[in-house]
C-alpha cells in the first residue's frame, strides 16, 4: 500500500511563487511513476508535471518555463517529490494532486492542495 500526502498550497498574487510537497511512503517499492495533476473548478484533471517510468519528465505546455518538478529518492523509507511554481498566472488556479502510480497498474493520489492565483 502507498500513501501520498501533499503540502504547500495557498494563495498568492499573479507573478509569485509556491512550492508544493509530495510525500509518498509505505511500499514505495511498488512506484512506477509519480507527479503532480490538476483540477480547476468546472474542469477536467490535467498533468501538469510528472516523471514517467524510464526517467525522463513531461510538463504540460501551459506551465514549461514556469514550473518545476523534482523528487528526492533517499534511503529512508519516504519518496518525496516537489513542484515549484514560478510566474504564477490566475489561470493556475487549482487544486493541486500528487499522484504514484504502481508497477501493478494501481493509481495512488493525495487529498489535494488549494493554489489561489489572485490578479
Known amino acids: 500500500q502507498v500513501r501520498v500526502v501533499e503540502s504547500g498550497g495557498g494563495l498568492v498574487q499573479a507573478g509569485g511563487s509556491l512550492r508544493l510537497s509530495c510525500v509518498a511512503s509505505?511500499?514505495?517499492?511498488?512506484?512506477?511513476?509519480m507527479g503532480w495533476y490538476r483540477q480547476a473548478p468546472g474542469k477536467q484533471r490535467e498533468l501538469v508535471a510528472a516523471?514517467?517510468?524510464?526517467?525522463?519528465?513531461?510538463?504540460?505546455d501551459s506551465v514549461k518555463g514556469r514550473f518545476t518538478i523534482s523528487r528526492d529518492i533517499t534511503i529512508s523509507r519516504d519518496n518525496t517529490m516537489y513542484l515549484q511554481m514560478n510566474s504564477l498566472k490566475p489561470e493556475d488556479t487549482a487544486a493541486y494532486y500528487c499522484?504514484?502510480?504502481?508497477?501493478?497498474?494501481?493509481?495512488?493520489w493525495g487529498q489535494g492542495s488549494q493554489v489561489v492565483v489572485s490578479s
Open positions: 499522484h504514484a502510480g504502481s508497477r501493478t497498474g494501481r493509481d495512488y
Open positions: 509505505g511500499s514505495i517499492f511498488l512506484i512506477n511513476t
Open positions: 516523471f514517467t517510468s524510464g526517467g525522463t519528465i513531461n510538463y504540460a
